[in-house]
């Protein structure tokens, strides 16, 4: 039986990279069958916080991941928050000191650091040295007298003799392929805090076991801690499980975008207004395809179609122009009644109480080219407040050609009292027909006149959506402001 785990620090909320990692592990386990689980990784209690634990949760479901076993569903191995497993970590712990596999260190971190950098200082890789291997019992007792709490060291090369010490570790990554580490650079690392709490390292391999995970899907970032989880994995006496480490995700820049520094979290584009079937579609495409050119794919299709030996072994670009592009074909298919839910909340006060057919027709006029509902609103803003136009606007406005646009519009809209408005036969054609103008001649003004900018949705829904009433009120109020401005005025504005 496949199990997966995706296993995230509550220190903040989830980005793009953490949530890809995950939405990997979830494509495998529906792609193969089996047990998808989440695990909290909190035992850095300085930088974890269970309202981020919550928030993850909130992400990954918004996003369309479940899983089987985790802190809020439970399961048979559980606890899933490692905070709450401390006694099984120091039990593991003891075994490994028993068996002569682990061994107490009481050098201080002040001289750790120190030791470090005169390491580097001549030019040696900064590794612990290993100096508390052998320490006596009188030795351990003086440091003890000190007043020094040990840490525990794993003893590399105590292994089973699959990997004897200076030997080559080798693994076969689902991803990268067969990859070797040369272990003679490898100094004995920490197991257990001198605070009695595990290290990473430990943390991860006891749950990978106990948990019975099968396959580890990580970013790239963790490969060089892989080596040191296969010796603990073995000297604990686990089955070691597969690999597949995902590639990094290049920022615009090139650097490298992680959950410290780059893309937003999901919590960002959330709250943008993003479809959350958008970002699962483009994250999919950060290091996997799924052929022939093809781009969008509905999570179902590319549960279908995941095969974890087809991810890139290179870098994936992060290309925010590339996920607008989904987003916007997104939102453009979205049924307009759930947008209209998602939206409400985005609205500005004052227009949360906007008529449902209305906020309707508007979304759907004007969503085209836009990647998220926050600039549904934004293009919104002149349908909720009349447009204050400027200067360069209003000296647009007052030509000749403007004037008498605006003037046949007016007119038109009080003669047909509340009928359709036909853009071509009831504004174009007739001022083509009499003024010379061309549509763009027509179009340009009456839309500047309406809305204050000169692009945005179709004229016909723009009038639609104003109501007679409200065009004619804009525009009545803007030929009086043109009217007051005597030609002088103009003149002076024209060349400022
Ligand atoms: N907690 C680690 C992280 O957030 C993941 C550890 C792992 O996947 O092995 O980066």
Known sequence: MIRVRFAPSPTGPIHLGNARTALFNWLFVRHNGGVFILRIEDTDVTRSDPRYTQLIMDDLRWLGMDWQEGPDVGGPYGPYVQSQRLPIYQDSAEKLLEEGKAYPCYCTQSELEERRKAALARGRPPRYDNRCRNLSEAEKKAFEAEGRKPSLRFLVGSGP????????????????????????????FVIMKADGTPSFHMAVVVDDALMKVTHVIRGEDHLSNTPLHILLFEALGFPRPRYAHLPM???????????RAGALSIQDYRRQGYLPEALVNYMLLLGWSPGQKQEKIAPEKAVEKFDIHHISKSPAHFDPKKLDWLAEKYLRQADPERLIELIVPLLPEGAKRIERTKLKALVEAVRPGLPNLSQVVKESEWFFKEPVLDEDKIVTLSSDKSQIVLTHVLKTLEELGEGFVHVYNNIIQPLAEKGGLAPKEVMMPLRLALTGSTHGPELVAVISLLGHEGCKRRLRKLIAQIGRLNKNEINILKKT
């Open 161 to 188: 003799a699959t990997i004897p010490p200076g030997e080559k570790l080798v693994f076969e990554d689902m991803i990268r392929g067969k990859l070797e580490f040369n272990l003679s650079v490898l100094g004995d």
């Open 249 to 259: 995700i290049a920022g615009e820049e090139g650097d490298l975008l992680s959950k």
